[in-house]
């Protein structure tokens, strides 16, 4: 993207006597909205506008990279022409156009903001300032936000690292020049790139006017640019993948651990060692299994299929196809070489003979075979060696997303790099090998919700790094946990490494505490899959990616620019990663809260908005805020696989006011869910001691849609109701002590008929004053203290506060007095622990341990 900048031209104006308006009150299939010999104006939607100056008069309807939708949904646009000028007019803008002949220039062509949008006013040539960034092709070499490599001398450099413009910018407006953009053709597979064959001179502009309207804009580029496809369910999972010359007993080995370790596992990715790599056989670029490691390639994928795992295999495509490869003669003979030549076949990404060919002979056979997507590693020349200019990431990108989307019953996914503005139809980038250094990690929030201003909201990185720095020979696992924590808040959770020893990460290597806060965090993530799927979703149909800047929501409020390190999770959820070490076993955190109140779910605190916090997390806790009163669904402890369209829900209603959540259903992996959905409403409301919380009947319909579903609902942060019933009958419930949750069995309810829950509370039975953080970092401190000092003997209070949640369970209706005292304890903890026979050593521990 760039500003387009001229200069003046003066020309004599076109003189044309008639005067129309036109409203669009009928459908607008096309949004032209004005047209002469050498100009045409294009309403997108209400902030976007496509101007095109054409010398010869020929204009341009075929898709482009950026401008990839040619139809558009109807606006109310105002056009009023007096004969020397022409005014077009929407809710978001007014544009002024006084008629000639000549290209647009600052001195016919004016647009301003409309009335009610934070003003604007530009014109050809004018500077746009405060661009908001985008994303980069990759992060390859980056430490944080540096570059960092060894150069030829062996000497290691370093130097800022830089992000494309992205389409937001606090100037309120963005013009994207696509004068020389490649044009697509009207292929049904691949639409293939063609040149413009624009007259010199030509201009073809979309200008976004938004103001501060953030979301709003992202919306009208994707009317313009296509909608983000929503991920197959199961690229919400965790996925495996480490460069390591696995043998196919040692994935077979890998997967019995994970399930060994009761760790969930949705997606196995082989790299480059699937195939062979020795010199004879080509390296770094191969297209053959190595049937040294894998002796039968589809029997191994049936393997993979039976254990419900996805594959995908590592290409670098960029060496060709080679003599030795098992489909050499049929695409040498396709491409106009004789096989006994054994001559190279080179790799011309724009060629559309050789890239079907390549389909054709190797990766459709081996899709069949059991392949569920690719994962394109092209690393070596950014264009084309035929087609200049033509973006070879950009390029693959298209070719492989739509080879699978126009030939394949499964809904479409590519792992590739970031290839510039429109790559976004192409919806999951690899970010590349980035450094395994807190720097990194620091940097990870804001480039992943950074990306999602130009709608690449997908970014799925190498967790814990990919490289180490010089001198670094062991993994630091306070680091790595951290890393998978901030994983489970990612588009894409996904681990991998350099084929280093010390960078094995297979997680039963490391000790105890560290294989249980990952498969704490997996986990985790599979409980929030209904809750990240119901937001792609959103992202589909409204442009705004679940990882996102928090200036979409507040964009006149400065903190929300400042604190550039914490983002919005989906519409309910505040995540501000821990990005240092911990001191004394906690680490700190700063987080910007807007207003409103908000749930810290670690520690179980309702929190005012409209200030900064700055707050202590344990390796156990992470810094999650939940908007108050927030509905928010999530799967079963039980799930651990996510191909189930059946599989238990767990939905949680938060303290702090009324809420509502639209659940999103689909079939999970085809390609038909724009139409074919299902949307369950769910809705909370308190009044007074009473909560009311009600399932709406599901509406729509999907492929292999179960009837029936098997939910809870759980009530966070509050003491336990004195009644309960599900459609006015009396029921049951259980009590969770350690979460101070209500916890209502639905069973197998029927979707189609909706559902209600009243819940009768006593006075004041609101939790949600960090109790349960409280009560946590004791009972864990405690259950530490003995490896302390075996001998401990304790006294009354401090005894007793180990086993408040027994307590709870035991005497249910003297919760409130129970938890009062525990409180009271807590508050003068540093006194009962002086009180408390044992070494001062032991003590000063304790009081470390739990976070005074």
């Given at each position: ?8 031209i ?15 009150t ?25 101007m ?93 936000d ?105 994935v ?47 029997k ?21 196809i ?24 080179p ?155 010390h ?94 109140k ?91 001691n009473t ?7 599901r ?7 179960p ?13 336990q ?55 946590h ?27 408040i ?12 007095e129970r ?34």
């Amino acid at each position: 993207m760039k500003n387009y900048g001229m200069k003046k031209i003066f020309t004599a104006c076109l003189t044309v006597l008639s005067v129309f308006s036109l409203s669009a009150t009928t459908p607008q299939t096309d949004g032209i909205v004005y047209k002469d010999k050498t100009k045409r104006f294009t309403v997108v939607s209400d902030g976007l506008v496509r101007m095109e100056y054409a010398p010869d008069g020929k204009f341009n309807d075929a898709p482009s990279f950026i401008g990839y939708n040619r139809s558009y949904p109807k606006t109310d646009a105002k056009v009023t022409d007096d004969g020397k000028n022409v005014t077009i007019t929407t809710s978001k803008l007014t544009l002024n156009y006084k008629k000639c002949n000549s290209p647009f220039s600052a001195d016919n062509l004016t647009i301003v903001s409309a009335e009610g949008v934070k003003p604007f006013e530009w014109k050809p040539g004018t500077p746009q300032k405060m661009n908001l960034e985008g994303t980069t092709r990759t992060l390859d070499w980056w430490n944080g936000d540096e570059l960092q490599w060894e150069n030829r001398e062996g000497e290691w450099c370093t130097r800022p690292g830089k992000l494309d413009p992205g389409v937001l910018a606090r100037d309120g407006w963005t013009l994207i020049d696509d004068s020389r953009g490649f044009l697509l053709d009207d292929d049904p597979v691949i639409p293939w790139v063609k040149k413009r064959k624009s007259k010199k001179g030509a201009q073809d502009f979309y200008f976004i006017g938004y103001g501060s309207d953030y979301k709003g804009a992202l919306k009208d580029f994707t009317t313009l640019s296509g909608k983000i496809p929503i991920l197959p369910r199961y690229a919400f999972g965790y996925w495996w993948s480490r460069w390591w010359a696995y043998s196919e007993h040692e994935v077979r080995q890998l997967i019995d651990n994970f399930k060994s370790y009761d760790i969930p596992v949705e997606v196995l990715v082989i790299d480059m060692d699937w195939h062979y790599t020795d010199a004879e056989h080509g390296g770094w670029t191969g297209w053959t299994w190595n049937r040294r490691l894998f002796p039968e390639p589809e029997k191994f994928l049936n393997y993979l299929r039976d254990r419900n795992l996805k594959v995908t295999l590592n290409l670098h495509p960029a060496s060709g196809i080679k003599k030795f490869e098992q489909a050499y003669p049929q695409i040498a003979r396709e491409n106009g070489v004789d096989p006994k030549t054994e001559k190279d076949i080179p790799w011309v990404s724009s060629d559309r003979t050789f890239i079907n060919s390549v389909f054709d002979h190797i990766l459709d056979p081996m899709t069949k075979e059991g392949v569920s997507f690719w994962w394109l590693d092209w690393q070596q020349s950014l264009y084309d060696s035929k087609m200049d200019s033509l973006s070879n990431t950009w390029w693959l990108n298209h070719t492989f997303f739509n080879k699978m989307k126009n030939t394949s019953d499964a809904r479409p996914i590519i792992f590739h790099r970031w290839g510039g503005l429109g790559n976004h139809r192409y919806q999951l980038g690899f970010s590349g090998d980035s450094y395994t250094t807190w720097k990194t990690l620091e940097y990870m929030p804001y480039f992943t919700s950074t990306a999602s201003n130009v709608g690449y909201g997908y970014w799925g990185h190498d967790i814990g790094g990919f490289r180490a720095l010089p001198g670094d020979s062991i993994i630091d696992l306070e680091l790595y946990t951290r890393f998978f924590q901030f994983g489970a808040y990612s588009p894409v959770m996904r681990t991998h490494s350099d084929k280093k020893v010390h960078l094995n990460k297979e997680p039963w290597n490391f000790d105890r505490e560290t294989l249980n806060l990952i498969r704490d965090a997996v986990k985790l993530r599979y409980r929030n899959v209904p809750y990240i799927y119901s937001m792609a979703r959103k992202t589909y149909d409204d442009g705004v990616s679940i990882c996102r800047p928090m200036y979409y929501e507040y964009p006149e409020t400065e903190e929300a620019y400042d604190y550039k390190g914490q983002y919005y999770f989906g519409d309910n959820m505040i995540v501000a990663p821990v990005v240092s070490p911990a001191v004394d076993g906690y680490s700190k955190i700063k987080v910007w809260l807007p207003e409103g109140k908000w749930y810290e779910e670690s520690s179980g605190t309702l929190l005012d908005g409209n200030r900064v916090y700055e707050r202590t997390m344990a390796m156990d806790e992470y810094p999650v805020y939940i908007k108050a009163g927030s509905v928010i669904p999530h799967h079963a402890a039980s799930v651990d696989n996510l191909r189930s369209n059946s599989a238990p829900l767990s939905i949680s209603v938060y303290p702090g006011g009324d809420g509502e959540f639209d659940l999103y259903e689909d079939f999970g992996d085809d390609d038909n869910y724009a139409d074919n959905f299902a949307v369950t409403k769910i809705r909370s409301h308190r009044e007074g001691n009473t909560l009311d919380i009600t399932f709406e009947p599901r509406k729509g319909s999907y492929r292999e849609m179960p009837s029936k579903r098997d939910v809870d609902v759980k009530i966070h942060a509050t003491l336990q109701p004195e009644k309960v019933t599900v459609d006015g009958m009396p029921v049951e419930y259980t009590y969770s002590p350690e979460e101070l949750a209500v916890v209502v069995d639905l069973g197998d309810y029927d979707c189609a008929k909706g559902k209600r829950i009243n819940m009768v509370f006593p006075e004041n039975a609101d939790e949600a004053d960090g109790t349960i953080g409280s009560m946590h970092r004791f009972v864990k401190a405690f259950g530490k203290l003995k490896d302390k000092y075996a001998e401990l003997e304790v006294n009354e209070d401090f005894g007793t506060m180990s086993v408040i949640y027994e307590m709870l369970e035991y005497y249910p209706t003297e919760s409130r007095e129970r938890l009062f005292t525990f409180r009271d304890k807590f508050s003068r903890l540093k006194d009962i622990v002086a009180g408390q026979p044992m070494p001062e050593s032991a003590r000063k521990w304790f009081v470390k341990a739990v976070g005074l």
